[in-house]
């Protein structure tokens, strides 16, 4: 029996994946999180991969406070860049498949059209920059495929939807902003690209490279959060404002829409649109009264 070994097992995506096990015949899993291995100590790590052996590898392991980034580079850079290479080296001896997640930030958002992955990047903030740096880390390595995705959410942990909903239950109205746009992706979703992913290296030749995924479909964080309130049946209004009366420390994408198409044709994905897949995890919680 094949193993794969899931890091950053308690995020979202890992849950979201832990969900999923029984879905991928013929697999066993291990999930580790950092108070099961801390990935930036090299020695330690080497020691662990040579203990658990694993056949494939999915990277969930990252630094996502973007907006501490800025203030915090030498610990971002640790787990997004760093991490990335120490993987990249031990695929290298070892020949484990990687899967390792990246992000929309690598793009710098500016252009009017959907993002490609022969774009080449050009970040505007330390999480980006981070991330990047991770990419190129791997860029050559053909045991490595790397997954761009963006505006994660799910029913676990702190995201968006999860900020939303709060506010929705606590406020009458708040401020949105509509001039980014993107595509919200559904962790679920992702978590079955990833294991569909898995299937299909198995069927045929694994292919590395660098993929976008992100659900189908176009839309601001103001419309995010409208869809949000509307499908959970909140009162709270949400008010368009732009980016400039809403500053943060990190740059954000003004647009960062991804084209799937290579994802879609290289592992015959079928990608859920934005709105049912949020519908799909706000029913899901309503199941579970959490909202």
Not at 2 to 22: A, F
Not at 204 to 221: K, L, Q, R
Request: glycine share 6%; aromatic share 12%; charged share 20%.
């Amino acid at each position: 029996m094949k193993h794969i070994l899931v890091t950053g097992g308690n995020g979202q995506l890992g849950r979201s994946l832990r969900q999923r096990t029984g879905n991928l015949e013929n697999f066993r899993f291990t999930f580790v999180d950092l108070a099961d291995l801390n990935l930036t100590d090299a020695a330690l790590t080497r020691q662990y991969f040579l203990d658990v052996r694993p056949d494939y590898v999915i990277n969930c392991a990252a630094y996502t406070a973007v907006d501490k980034a800025e203030s915090d580079s030498d610990s971002c850079f640790s787990a997004n860049a760093g991490i990335p290479a120490l993987l990249s080296s031990l695929s290298d001896g070892m020949h484990f498949r990687l899967l390792h997640l990246s992000t929309d930030y690598v793009y710098n958002g500016n252009l009017p059209f959907p993002h490609t992955e022969e774009e080449i990047p050009s970040p505007g903030s330390v999480y980006g920059k981070s991330k990047y740096a991770g990419e190129q880390a791997l860029a050559r390595n053909k045991y490595a495929l790397i997954i761009r995705t963006s505006w994660l959410y799910s029913e676990f942990g702190n995201n968006f939807l999860a900020t939303m909903l709060r506010l929705g239950s606590e406020k009458k109205e708040i401020g949105v902003v509509y001039d980014q746009t993107g595509t919200p992706t559904y962790a679920g979703d992702l978590a079955d690209a990833l294991l569909s992913i898995v299937a299909f290296s198995e069927r045929h030749d694994f292919v590395p490279g660098v993929f976008n995924y992100a659900n189908e479909g176009v839309c601001s964080w103001y419309d995010f959060a409208t869809e949000i309130m509307c499908l959970a049946g909140k009162a709270c209004k949400v008010i368009p404002i732009r980016t400039a009366d809403y500053p943060l420390p990190a740059l954000r994408p003004v647009y960062s829409v991804m084209d799937k198409s290579a994802i879609r044709k290289t592992f015959q994905l079928a990608i859920p649109y934005w709105k049912d897949s949020l519908r799909t995890v706000i029913d899901n919680l309503q199941k579970k009264e959490e909202i």
